[in-house]
């Protein structure tokens, strides 16, 4: 926060404000086409939808914020996938937001003015891995923050129950996948099996890749870190919990170098709690110490540990606050720390999809555009119609869906009528079939006009068949 309690831009308000700078050098120097919606950036809105499934609890969540800290052309979505429980999910999508924020300020101050306009300036229309941007340290910073809080808020709700005599050892997890849209930049940062993707003219462009233990890569750094796999139900699985996921909120049981053995050691033997007011400093109420110990650990009162060294005094850490989680998340087997991948808004890219597990099961990328394509533009029918298209193909998890239209949508509504001089799109294939040809691919499929004469008059697809 600045002077006055005005919030400061930070890294992602910075870039915002970068891109206006950049469109106007292009008006001045007549390069490209100029108007008002680019110099603000992309003409974003979104919507989501989520869906119970055949499952007994809801543990996804989701959120969408437009004008992230007051900045305008600044939008935030990001979907969770819970596991073990809703609580991971359900605090990731209230606190990221405001860590992103912190984290963002605080990547502005440490960041010079003439290093962001470098890295703006090269920044390309394809998508790549970011690791060195500040707006990715930020988001980094924020998911992992996010994961340090959750822990100590997860140690003070247990430590509640059990002085209750209710206590029980649990581990809640979530996944997390986050877009922001700054400007004409586009960041996604993913820890988990979600997937994000984007639709450039119509093509599917993945942004994510989903980290489970099926990759070799990140089996290799959950071995490397201490953790342990086993192939289990026809796929790689992390500790003895048979976790599926690499990277995550939570699963603090699983976050310990070396815990994972000890558990494996120890299976079958009943977990005793600790007695109340037995609960002192890092020391966890399952008798392990927080992953993020080194930054969040109570200090000695003669500590040389200054406050300026993580943002705040170790000692007066409370549960929601932010503290540096520390360099080395990645030595975590199941670690919060995302990839990031970010790109430059093209004038062709159309929307951004953002989904949950339980709608890639059963749906491939080119399909999940073409759905958007196909339906209505107002992004919340859209997520609905991509959700309710995974239910009805038997996917057999929570779905959720998060659709943000990079442009107007005028721009993006194409009817498809007799005599129009352009090829008609293919359709994509549903579930229950519903969708009918316009006149045009009658004509195709039947080889004359004749044979349709007496069809209905061809209109646009998405009006026959939409939510």
């Known amino acids: 926060a600045g002077q006055a309690g005005v919030l400061q831009p930070g890294i992602l308000g910075l870039i915002a404000q970068q891109s206006k700078w ?39 969540r989701h959120t969408v914020i437009q004008g992230l800290g007051g900045i305008e052309n600044v939008t935030l979505a990001a979907v969770f996938d819970g596991h073990r429980g809703h609580e991971a999910a359900a605090y990731a999508a209230t606190q990221l937001p405001r860590n992103l924020l912190i984290a963002s300020v605080k990547a502005a101050a440490a960041a010079a003015a003439d290093q962001q306009q470098q890295q703006l300036a090269a920044a390309s229309h394809l998508p790549a891995a970011n690791d060195s941007s500040a707006a990715a340290a930020a988001l980094k910073q924020a998911f992992l923050s996010t994961d340090a809080a959750f822990w100590q808020e997860w140690q003070a709700e247990m430590h509640a129950h059990a002085v209750v005599g209710q206590y029980s050892e649990r581990y809640p997890g979530s996944t997390a996948l986050a877009a922001i849209i700054a400007g004409s930049s586009l960041y996604v940062a993913n820890a988990g099996d979600g997937r994000a993707v984007l639709s450039r003219g119509g093509t599917a462009v993945p942004l994510s890749r989903q980290h489970t233990a099926d990759l070799a890569d990140e089996r290799s750094r959950v071995l490397a870190a201490g953790g342990t796999v086993s192939y289990r139900g026809g796929s790689w699985r992390v500790g003895p919990a048979a976790l599926q996921v690499t990277r995550a909120f939570g699963d603090f049981d699983l976050k310990q170098a070396g815990q994972q053995q000890q558990q494996q050691q120890q299976h079958g033997q009943a977990v005793q709690p600790v007695l109340p007011g037995q609960l002192s400093g ?59 991948v970010s790109l430059h808004i093209s004038p062709s890219d159309q929307f951004l999809i953002l989904g949950t597990d339980g709608l890639w099961d059963v749906i491939t990328d080119q399909e999940a555009v073409g759905l958007v394509h196909d339906t ?62 316009t006149t045009k691919q009658l004509e195709q499929a039947a080889g004359s006009s004749v044979a349709v004469a007496a069809a209905p008059a061809g209109v646009a697809d998405e009006m026959m068949d939409t939510y």
């Open 22 to 60: 950049q469109q106007w050098q292009q008006q001045q120097h007549g390069i490209g086409s100029f108007n008002q919606q680019q110099q603000d950036g992309p003409v974003v809105t979104g919507g989501a939808f989520g869906a119970l499934g055949p499952r007994e609890s809801m543990e996804d």
């Open 282 to 340: 890092p020391v966890c109420l399952m008798g392990t110490r927080s992953p993020y110990h080194t930054a969040l650990a109570v200090q000695p009162s003669n500590s040389a540990v200054s406050s300026s060294s993580h943002g705040t005094n170790p000692s007066s850490t409370t549960p929601g606050s932010t503290q540096d989680p520390g360099p080395n998340a990645l030595m975590m087997p199941v670690t919060a720390e995302p990839e990031v």
């Open 376 to 437: 209505v533009k107002d992004p919340a029918l859209c997520a609905k119609r991509l959700v309710q298209e995974a239910l009805a193909r038997g996917s057999t998890d929570n779905v959720t869906a998060v659709v943000v239209f990079l442009q107007p949508k005028h721009t993006l509504e194409r009817v498809w009528v007799r005599g129009a001089d352009q090829a008609v799109p293919d359709v994509t294939p549903t579930f229950y079939g519903s969708r009918r040809m």
